[in-house]
């Protein structure tokens, strides 16, 4: 009942960008917290950003100042901009969100619900 659809991935080269969106259905996350998850072939999964229900965000290192998370909660969606892709940003890209409101958005166990993924990949 409860998914999450993810669309704005893609094939792209170096220095260009993309902006990810996704659009939960079956009930609202407008209290709860959201993030972004990555992973590369061979490569133990990531959190990239993630954004609390007041509004807090966090950012992975590597991709801080390149990226931005936001989320329309009159419209239940969440986004992640990225910009200045490199090569190293290819991978597999999930929307999550947490299914109890009130849960530290950092606390990683949290994320309930996952979205099936969209892929971006960035040539050099």
Known sequence: QVQLVESGGGLVQAGGSLRLSCAPSGRSFSNNAMGWFRQAPGKERELVAAISSAGSTY???????????????TKNTLYLQMNSLKPEDTAMYYCAAQGRSGTYYLNLRGYNYWGQGTQVTVSS
């Open 59 to 73: 950012y992975a290192d590597s991709p801080k100042g390149r990226i931005t998370i936001s989320r329309d909660k």
